[in-house]
């Protein structure tokens, strides 16, 4: 169990060693996933500015809490 707030880690049992092969191609899939994560991660900061610029030609607040706890909540809600 790691600090609050981790997802609880399964314990894996291995009957052999692991190969040199298959960490490395659990190491690329792991780089794969960090390149996609990175790609959605610049995709939602664009998305981000473009509504912070609307708002701001609406004359509307940058920040809404309603919206922020909203999508903490929906995000917690799908870790559950």
Known sequence: SGPPGDAPRE???????????EVERLRAEI???DDEL???LARRIEVVR????A???AGRPAVDPAR???IVERLAA???
């Open 55 to 57: 708002k701001r030609r």
């Open 38 to 40: 990175l790609a959605l």
């Open 78 to 80: 799908r870790q559950a």
């Open 31 to 33: 780089d794969g996933i």
């Open 50 to 53: 473009e509504l912070g610029r």
């Open 68 to 70: 922020e706890r909203e």
């Open 11 to 21: 314990r894996v049992v291995r009957s052999a060693p692991m190969s040199q092969d």
